[in-house]
């Protein structure tokens, strides 16, 4: 799961969650080579948030003559974000999604083809199965396209916020001794009453933690990995005296909630125990967004995130060795060096 010595943390932990996507796209693990399928899906995920400029000259024009996919056009209009000036960093991302989009090629051409032999079994299904099977109400299934399309923004969607979310916890972590006492103390206690005849952590003892999902939840209010959303006003809207007409697109800035002085106080401060019996109010915490628009992925990312720390925890230091590094905030909050660290596996010791 994690690798000693020197490393670029924020460029190991999308691989440990990208691991656990094969639950959903088994034929994955086959395909990613060393490790450039998961590279892939950052390139394409840092790619997909050029802002919507379709000047020529801009990556947004670029893009559009390439064809990217219409779910991908919309996240790219739906996130104002970095933009691609840089060539070298359009034709990467170019190249990225027709790799991507190769892979997936290839297994859903090979899924098709084991369909139609009598030897496939449908009976364990797995998501890409659903999708070839899923009817819409007249009856018409998805073409290769509109699967891979859908694949794609699943893998992408989570590839880079448990990986993000994963560094940032081992990082707050690191930086205050006392939480992660605490957090570490939590998991020892966890492994301790296991019954011998247990292997490894199951689902049962994630949901009775109860100081590492405050740990997360500090992190994902703190780095806040989505930074805002865009609706469109479907009719007057009268907010605080103020009014937004009919058909105005409104943008949602969950970092200035997240960074509120008066929701939470100090807010710039890690501090997982500000959750201690407390239950934020709604639209006050929003990593996730809100309403009919959450994340589908939300329990996923949190459970994956569990996993990884649970066994980073009583397994590992993180030594950072450039902690002063500048951070930058576009597409997401990272350091600027992507945390290069030294990951030391403990001693029985000191375990």
Request: charge should be positive.
């Amino acid at each position: 799961m994690v690798q000693e010595g020197e490393n670029r943390v924020l460029n190991r932990a999308p691989k440990a969650h990208f691991s656990d996507n094969n639950v959903y796209f088994p034929k994955l693990g086959e395909r990613r080579g060393n490790g450039s399928f998961g590279e892939g899906v950052t390139t394409l995920n840092y790619g997909i948030r050029a802002m919507a400029i379709s000047i020529p000259g801009f990556a947004y024009h670029k893009a559009l003559k390439v064809r990217i996919s219409h779910l991908f056009l919309a996240c790219e209009v739906n996130c104002l974000m970095l933009a691609m000036d840089n060539i070298e960093m359009h034709f990467r991302f170019l190249q990225a999604r027709k790799n991507l989009v190769a892979a997936f090629q290839s297994v859903v051409t090979e899924r098709r083809m084991q369909r139609k032999s009598n030897t496939y079994s449908t009976k364990k299904k797995d998501m890409l199965d659903a999708l070839i099977d899923v009817k819409d109400e007249k009856g018409e299934t998805l073409d290769d396209e509109e699967i891979i399309d859908i694949m794609l923004m699943y893998l992408n969607a989570g590839h880079e916020s448990s990986g993000h979310t994963t560094m940032w916890a081992a990082v707050f972590l690191q930086q205050h001794p006392e939480y992660l006492q605490i957090a570490k103390e939590e998991q020892d206690r966890i492994v301790k009453k296991r019954p011998p005849t247990q292997e490894g952590l199951n689902l049962k003892e994630i949901r009775e933690m109860e100081y590492l999902p405050k740990v997360i939840d500090e992190t994902l209010r703190l780095i806040t990995f989505s930074l805002m959303v865009f609706r469109e006003a479907k009719t007057d809207v009268n907010i605080s005296g103020y009014t937004i007409p009919k058909g105005w697109k409104a943008l949602v800035w969950f970092r200035s909630i997240h960074l509120d002085p008066e929701i939470y106080p100090n807010p710039k401060a890690f501090d997982p125990d500000r959750w201690n019996d407390y239950n934020a109010k709604a639209g006050t915490f929003l990593p996730f967004g809100a309403g009919s628009r959450l994340c589908p992925g939300n329990d996923l990312a949190k459970l994956e995130i569990s996993i990884f720390l649970h066994h980073f925890l009583l397994n590992y230091k993180l030594e950072r060795l450039n902690p002063g590094s500048k951070i930058m905030y576009l597409p997401h909050t990272r350091p600027r060096d992507n945390c290069l660290a030294i990951i030391r596996k403990k001693q029985p010791s000191q375990t």
